[in-house]
């Protein structure tokens, strides 16, 4: 949430623990317009207490209360800003046990009557003439009806296939159900790429909404609602909260992605939602995330939070100046704006604000380093650059937990190779490590926070899926052992010697998965599950498959 005024020396941080990695956010120019609020406005929401059944929040660390919500802070200015686009940016229990798709029937239950005409049995009527291929087809057509799907499908561990063919650490194939490719699919993270998670399912977006799947068997739960009047969903937030709330991006029309809609992750229940459409464009890369507190967005002009129980307007982003450039950056955690404001004093500033504790805030004078993402939130990790449109010299800026500067270094020599995609980017706040995509073929490499040195670096294609007790949890096919392996290997790496233990194989009969780099991945620790999302190679048929990893 908004300052709520000087930063006071000593005062309550945010509580510690996991929280996800940031997206872009590059130098945005402001305009001031007419009739803006402050930032923020007066009108924020008390925090609502958890839904029954999710996460409670940790309290702040050394006993310490965080402090009022809804304080009003100082405002940045008196004029709204007319943005550019911005380009954008699972706590699960096991499922519990029961009867899963391909079980035979419960004791007790109906038993099949034998065929007419078997052994024993009087003769059965004539057949009926009826084609089978167009009983296959009615079957299907009543299949699809029911929500089954086109090619849901249930795998198992693909036992069928040649045993010469399948490599002795198979991992076990769930199973398997379509994700149809969308007009809006994209690699960032407020593409169709995120994943979340409830106690029983994995829900994701892609052509046909946001949708949850049970985890143990495939089938279907639900499907977000989209809001009277919009179309094809847009993006998701990368992560729900503590709570179990997410936030979904609608098309409002015309291409316009700036219809926001709330869910419940657990019954896929639209809490609220808003058109935040305006004149200034059509928004085709819109930043949303969600903490327990408040959802925020970068849509068209507006920069702004909403409570998450309400949608009450929490705070509005106004410029500092009429003549400001800015950049800013936004995480689940944090608002970062640096602004440069010849007609202001300071000239150059930069000001970080906590969106859950109103009263944690910041300003850093004489910063004059362009925002382009925040990539962690633990801890607040800055990628920054000179601004310069060609050959920008780049820099790794991290912050302690009072918003003060700690440590920083310029990506140079073989930095320079790191890029800073959402979906491989990590930073560890116990070991002090980044990990971030390395090479022109997608590899990955890590880097101390510390002291900018490089730690390790792995060629080949490699892609990231979450983290447990082992390291950083992976998918390549160029393990360290030696040459490229025929499937995919599920690998973890350890985060400061980069050593690799493999986990398995995600075997396909048909070797159809796609390069790891254009997977998009998840990984439940808690089921030791790993979901794939991707195109099949044999039949470019989008899809989510579910692999079960041995415990390590």
């Not at 686009?85 to 699960?92: F, I, M």
């Not at 249930?154 to 296939?161: I, N, R």
């Not at 030696?482 to 995600?506: F, H, N, T, Y």
Request: net charge negative.
């Amino acid at each position: 949430m908004p300052p709520s005024g000087p930063p006071v020396p000593g005062q309550a941080v945010p509580p510690s623990g996991g929280r996800p990695q940031q997206p872009p956010g590059p130098p945005q120019h402001f305009q001031p317009g007419p009739g803006a609020a402050p930032y923020p406005p007066p009108g924020a929401q008390p925090p609502q207490p958890p839904p029954q059944g999710h996460a409670h929040p940790a309290a702040p660390q050394g006993g310490q209360q965080p402090p009022p919500y809804g304080q009003q802070p100082p405002p940045f200015g008196q004029q709204a800003p007319s943005y550019g686009q911005a380009p954008s940016y699972g706590q699960q229990q096991a499922p519990a046990p029961g009867q899963a798709a391909g079980q035979p029937p419960f004791p007790g239950g109906p038993v099949v009557p034998p065929y007419a005409g078997g052994p024993g049995q009087p003769a059965g009527p004539a057949r009926s003439g009826l084609p089978v291929p167009l009983i296959l087809a009615i079957v299907l057509v009543l299949l699809i009806a029911t929500g089954v799907g086109g090619y849901f499908v249930l795998m198992g561990d693909d036992s069928s296939a040649p045993a010469a063919d399948r490599p002795a650490n198979a991992m076990p194939r769930l199973w398997e159900a379509p994700s149809p490719l969308s007009q809006r699919e994209g690699q960032d993270e407020n593409g169709l790429r995120s994943m979340w998670f409830n106690n029983d399912d994995v829900i994701y977006g892609d052509g046909e909404g946001v949708r949850a799947y049970d985890r143990k068997t495939g089938k279907k739960k639900w499907t977000v609602k989209t809001p009277k009047g919009a179309g094809e969903v847009c993006a998701m937030s990368k992560q729900p909260s503590q709570d179990g709330v997410g936030a979904v991006v609608f098309d409002a029309g015309g291409d316009d992605c700036s219809y926001l809609s709330v869910v419940d992750t657990d019954t896929g229940r639209t809490l609220w939602s808003k058109n935040l459409q305006d004149d200034s464009g059509a928004e085709h890369r819109p930043r949303v995330v969600v903490n327990q507190k408040v959802v925020a967005v970068t849509i068209g002009t507006t920069y702004a939070g909403f409570s998450v129980s309400r949608g009450a307007p929490a705070w509005r982003l106004t410029s500092r100046g009429h003549l400001c450039t800015n950049s800013v950056g936004l995480s689940p955690q944090y608002l970062a704006v640096m602004s440069d404001c010849p007609d202001e004093k300071p000239k150059a500033q930069l000001a970080l604000q906590d969106l859950e504790y109103a009263g944690i805030h910041s300003k850093v004078t004489g910063e004059k380093r362009h925002i382009e993402q925040i990539l962690s939130d633990l801890p607040l990790t800055l990628l920054m650059g000179d601004g310069s449109s060609v050959n920008p010299d780049r820099y790794i800026q991290t912050y302690t937990k009072e918003g003060r500067p700690d440590h920083s270094f310029k990506l140079d020599g073989e930095l320079k190779d790191l890029a800073f995609d959402s979906r491989s980017t990590y930073v560890d706040e116990d070991e002090q490590v980044l990990v971030a995509q390395y090479g022109a073929h997608k590899g990955l490499a890590a880097v101390d926070l510390r002291t900018g040195k490089l730690l390790w670096k792995k060629r080949g294609s490699v892609a990231t899926a979450g983290v447990d007790s082992d390291g950083l949890i992976a998918v390549t096919d160029s393990p360290d052992s030696g040459a490229s392996a025929r499937d995919p290997l599920l690998i973890s790496i350890g985060l400061r010697d980069g050593k690799e233990k493999v986990r398995g194989a995600l075997y396909d009969p048909k070797h159809s998965l796609p390069a790891p780099d254009a997977m998009s991945l998840a990984w439940n620790g808690n089921d030791n599950v790993l979901y794939v999302q991707g195109e099949r190679l044999s039949d470019d048929r989008p899809s989510v498959q579910a692999f079960k990893a041995p415990v390590s």
